[in-house]
């Protein structure tokens, strides 16, 4: 006997089979990539991490210029454990080492401390690289659209930026995206985060009288054309989060 289609008891049994089956397919793809994603995402925080403090591979251009990449995927858990020499945990007056450090999550950290009773994990990582120490602190802030996070790394004294890295979930192509381009992150690097006494972060200036960078001490670099509020996003999130770790830098300057 042939089956009547167009029916509304087929029409919804078929509706119901093709969730079930699209449902169980979406369910196994999930179970069966999520290791490889949970590794990829910790590879990148590793390969992100090691950028602002400098260790990466140069790769030479067509024009000759050289070009710093991320440090290969096959690579980075060494290089990591390499470099990074300690991985901090601070909990108020509270400070731990967790070699897992640098999977903490910052956006589930700061929904946490909307809670005043919450003691927010801040992770710090401590590097050594030529003889140097550094401290990377991760940040995370909000662009003109949505996200955006990023590395800071600073010399032993605290107060001196030795490279940064930064990222964005969706800012506009050519304009706030720049702001994980070589041209805007190798501006900051030798920046001040202290003017005289007072701590001021790295202000992203429009209209900054230093378009070369050349004055390191004047704790600002040139903003991103067409990307003022990107530009605004990564001076309250620069300021925003390396302020929560002062208390901690001031008892290593005791």
Do not use: C
């Amino acid at each position: 006997m042939a089956k009547n289609t167009d029916s509304n008891l087929y029409t919804v049994l078929f509706a119901i089979g093709m969730v079930v089956v699209v449902g169980s397919l979406l369910a196994f793809s999930a179970s069966y990539f999520n290791p490889t994603i949970s590794l990829n995402r910790k590879l990148e925080k590793q390969q992100n991490i090691l950028y602002a403090m400098g260790v990466n591979e140069s790769t030479l251009t067509s024009n000759s210029e050289d070009v710093n990449n991320f440090v290969p995927t096959d690579k980075v858990i060494d290089e990591f454990n390499k470099y990074i020499t300690k991985q901090l945990v601070i909990e108020g007056d509270k400070v731990t080492e967790d070699n897992q450090a640098f999977l903490i999550d910052l956006k589930k950290e700061a929904d946490k401390a909307k809670n005043p009773s919450y003691v927010r994990k801040l992770p710090l990582f401590i590097g050594e690289k030529d003889g140097q120490k550094f401290y990377i602190v991760p940040m995370r802030g909000v662009g003109l659209w949505d996200a955006i996070w990023g590395y800071m790394a600073l010399n032993e004294d605290l107060e001196t930026v030795k490279g940064v890295f930064f990222d964005h979930k969706s800012e506009t192509p050519g304009l706030g995206a720049n702001i994980k381009e070589p041209f805007f992150m190798d501006d900051f690097t030798g920046e001040h985060i202290f003017a005289g006494d007072q701590f001021k972060g790295v202000v992203v200036a429009k209209g900054n009288a230093d378009p070369k960078n050349e004055n390191k001490t004047d704790s600002e670099v040139d903003a991103i054309a067409g990307a003022t509020i990107t530009g605004n996003g990564v001076t309250v999130m620069i300021k925003k989060d390396l302020s929560m770790y002062l208390p901690y830098f001031k008892t290593l300057k005791k």
